[in-house]
Each structure stands twice: as structure tokens, then as C-alpha cells.
């Protein structure tokens, strides 16, 4: 789901991201680790939207349902924001910010919408852009961090600052529920880092000892979730509202907010030290995740308006396995070529018709600057 804003070739300078890996890609090749990454990311994405209806009747799911959602949007801001240290507002950047990002919000917040009217027969069903519904709030999120990166990017200690402003957001009741704000700011730390790391972070993630120090972690967060599904509320790892919706006063969020910021964190360079480095079987499909992410809301949401989850048997723990695993081939369908192919127009257009040339935006006597190749969308 994460966009190339960035050229692939290693290089320290702050606005160049470097993937990380010994091995140095050419220009328009993509380093596998990120896109291992960000179809995992994915797949658990799904998994959790599936996991929801479980959690109701199950200690386990619920348990599942915690660990994943304590770290696995963080993540993909996080991802999301080291391939965005390469914005710098050029033409050819804000034009891929467009076709990339606000088409496909405007088509899909839309076609949520008549997908609402549709299945619950609601045709007075209101259809707001400033309101994104579901899934859709990723994507304006997105824009808003594209588009604040120069000013991060300048700072000295963007992180303490935009952490900062998430707290203040947390205790901030009446910051309203328009453009997705308290989701916007709640994940805004988490792309920021993102925008400070470079690729001898990820090198050390991958190292022998991080990687086997992960695995009790991992464990630990799965014991924690257990122990504590009967009564934590997941609603936290929202950031949907202040932290007065969640019952706590309003100075908690002082605390609560830099401690599911440090939690994610952990989870997140978990998680990152057990990628694939390699090509997988997989790997493709990262490429894909855009397209994954934005259809798989219509499935999910299917099985909620049409009660799939109603059969008894659904709630053993034979039908939950089920249910992940028609979780991990659904998503990974929607992420393969044959879907991308039919969607591409509205995922990824190319809209040639809507930008001028380079040659047309730059002065006539001011050479053209060359941009570095930009990678596929994914």
C-alpha cells in the first residue's frame, strides 16, 4: 500500500531513501524486503478486519485481534513515510501524489458510498469527501503527511514534535471527526520516524541477535493480549477519538499516547526483523497492496451486511482458521496481477490528459532536470 517517492539507489543524503540490504538495486529495480513487508503488512490487515466478528465469543481471537492492531497500521506509516523522504513538492511528485493517492480516494469514498446505499437499501445515505468512510481513511492520512514532509523534513527533532502533537490530539475532545484528524495526527509520529531512518536501520532489524530477541518479545505481546482480551478495549489502538472516548480523563492521553506510540514501535521492529530479505513467492504481490487494501473493504463489509458470520460453527476453532485462512487467499488474490490489470485505471491512472509535460511546466531557456525513475505504485 506504500508509495515510491524515492529513488532506489542507496545514498545518505536526507531526501534520497536508501532500501536496505547489501545488495544495491538498479534504478528501476524494487528491493524484495519492502515488498515482502508490505504484503505481510497486508495480509494481516485483512486478517484482523476478519478476525472482528470472532472476538466476540473467542479469548483467543481476541488475542490475535490485539497483537495484530497494536502495531500493524503503525507499521505501514512508518513504511510509508521512509519511502516519502523524496517529496519535495517537484512536479512530477505532486502529480503522483494525485493519480496515486487523491483519484483513487475520490472513486473509492464514492463507490463505498453507493455500495452502502446499495446493500443496505439506503438510498439518503450521505456521501461526504471529508468524512472517509471505512478503509478510507489511510489514504487522505497519506496526503496530509505528503504533503507536510518538507516542513518535517526540516526540523531538527521531528519526532518529539510530532509526537507532541499526537498527545495533544489525544486529549483534544472536541477536535471533531472531519478528514479522519484524530486518525491523522494519532499516526502521524509513526510516518515522521519513518522519515528519519535510513537504511542501516532496517540492516541492524535484520541481524541475528534482533531477530532472535523478537521472537520472546513476539511471544510476550501474544501472552499480554491474552491475558488482558477480557477487558482491554482495542478501541485505543484506534485513534479514532480523544482519550476521553475510551472512558480515561483527558490528562491520561499525556501518558497513554507516547506508550502505544513506544508498543507499536517495538511490535513493528518485530515484525521488520522477520521479513524476507529474499525473493519469495510473495514478493509480486507487494507490488500490489494498494489494490488489496482498497477492495478488500467491499468483502469485508459484505460479510457483515449479510450475516456470513452468523453460522455457529464459524465461532469453533476450526472455523476461525477458516476464516483466517479465507482471509490470507482472499487478500493475496486482490493483490495479484490478473486484479491490478483490471483495476489499474482506477488504482493507478495514468491521467496524461489532466498533467503538461515537463517540457510545458519548465521555462524554456531553464534545462529540465532529470528525476529518478519512480517506482509502481503498489
Known amino acids: 500500500m506504500v508509495q515510491h517517492d524515492s529513488p532506489a539507489p542507496t545514498a545518505p543524503a536526507r531526501t534520497a531513501p536508501a532500501p536496505p540490504g547489501p545488495e544495491r538495486s538498479t534504478r528501476r529495480s524494487r528491493d524484495p524486503y519492502f515488498d515482502n513487508a508490505k504484503y505481510l503488512t497486508i495480509v494481516l490487515v485483512a486478517c484482523g478486519h476478519a478476525w472482528e466478528p470472532l472476538t466476540y465469543g473467542s479469548r483467543a481471537a481476541t ?21 516519502s523522504r523524496g517529496f519535495d513538492m517537484a512536479p512530477g511528485r505532486l502529480r503522483r501524489l ?25 438510498p439518503g445515505y450521505p456521501l461526504s469527501l471529508l468524512d ?11 496526503f496530509v503527511w505528503r504533503m507536510t514532509t518538507p516542513l518535517w523534513l526540516t526540523l531538527r527533532h521531528p519526532v518529539p514534535v510530532a509526537l507532541g502533537i499526537a ?28 522519515l528519519t531512518l535510513r537504511g542501516e536501520h532496517f540492516e541492524r532489524l535484520r541481524t541475528r541477535p534482533v531477530r532472535l ?10 501472552v499480554a493480549a491474552y491475558w488482558v482480551a477480557p477487558w482491554f478495549d482495542a478501541g485505543w489502538f484506534y485513534h479514532r477519538g480523544s482519550v476521553t472516548g475510551q472512558g480515561a480523563p483527558a ?14 514501535l517495538l511490535l513493528t521492529a518485530c515484525f521488520l526483523a522477520w ?32 450475516d456470513w458470520y452468523a ?3 464459524v465461532h469453533t476453532p476450526l472455523g476461525e482458521l477458516a476464516v483466517t485462512a479465507l482471509a490470507v487467499g482472499g487478500i493475496t488474490v486482490l493483490c495479484s496481477p490478473p486484479v491490478r490489470a483490471v483495476f489499474r485505471f482506477v488504482v493507478e491512472p495514468r491521467m496524461t490528459w489532466a498533467f503538461r509535460s515537463r517540457d510545458e511546466y519548465a521555462p524554456a531557456d531553464t534545462p529540465v532536470p532529470r528525476e529518478p525513475a519512480q517506482a509502481k505504485a503498489p
Open 132 to 142: 472517509p468512510w471505512y478503509v478510507m481513511w489511510f489514504l487522505l492520512a497519506l
Open 63 to 83: 488475542a490475535a485481534y490485539l497483537a495484530v492492531y497494536a502495531f500493524h497500521m503503525p507499521a505501514f506509516a512508518l513504511v510509508s513515510g521512509y519511502f
Open 98 to 122: 494525485v493519480t496515486g493517492v487523491v483519484v483513487p480516494y475520490l472513486v473509492f469514498e464514492t463507490a463505498y458510498t453507493l455500495f452502502y446505499r446499495w446493500a443496505r437499501d439506503d
Open 275 to 306: 521479513v524476507p530479505q529474499r525473493h519469495t513467492w510473495f514478493t509480486a504481490l507487494g507490488t500490489g497492496t494498494m489494490y488489496g487494501y482498497l477492495l478488500h473493504g467491499f468483502v469485508i463489509k459484505s460479510s457483515r451486511f449479510w
Open 167 to 194: 498527545v495533544l490530539a489525544s486529549v483534544s475532545p472536541d477536535l471533531g471527526g472531519d478528514m479522519g484528524l484524530q486518525r491523522v495526527l494519532g499516526f502521524l509520529p509513526c510516518f515522521v520516524l519513518g
Open 213 to 222: 530477541l523478537a521472537l520472546p518479545v513476539g511471544a510476550g505481546a501474544l
Open 251 to 264: 490528562w491520561a492521553g499525556l501518558f497513554t499516547t507516547p506508550a502505544l506510540f513506544a508498543l507499536a
Open 311 to 313: 453460522p455457529a460453527w
